[in-house]
Nanobody
Framework: QAQLVESGGGSVQVGGSLRLSCAAS????????MGWYRQAPGKEREFVAA????????YYADSVKGRATISRNNARNTVYLQMNSLKPEDTAVYYC????????????????WGQGTQVTVSS
């Protein structure tokens, strides 16, 4: 079955940067839109960013607009999330998600989830 493995998380000071990666295997990567979600302690999982199959369209939560960039490399079966100017509010477990389709659909269910990578931003 499909597998998504996140990496790149860690502890960063306020204002720092991180680049998260999600490597996909056992699926045809180019057939899936990819997204990033996060879940902070005591909070529900929330949407962060998404990208369509070919990287032509991207979507961001208001909380990260201007600070986050999602990208993908279909030749490497990998999606990335570059985050700059990190804030304590960015502290969460970040999850990679795959959604089958040509474009991101808000009413579609995520087909596959990664197990998450921890991001901690200290002040």
């Amino acid at each position: 079955q499909a597998q998504l493995v996140e990496s790149g998380g860690g502890s960063v000071q306020v204002g720092g940067s991180l680049r998260l990666s999600c490597a996909a295997s056992r699926l045809t990567f180019s057939l899936y839109c990819m997204g990033w979600y996060r879940q902070a302690p005591g909070k529900e999982r929330e949407f962060v960013a998404a990208i369509d199959r070919f990287g032509t369209n991207t979507y961001y939560a208001d909380s990260v607009k201007g600070r986050a960039t999602i990208s993908r490399n279909n030749a490497r079966n990998t999606v990335y999330l570059q985050m700059n100017s990190l804030k304590p509010e960015d502290t969460a477990v970040y999850y990679c998600a795959a959604e089958y389709g040509s474009t991101w659909r808000w009413d579609a269910e995520v087909d596959f989830w990664g197990q998450g990578t921890q991001v901690t931003v200290s002040s």
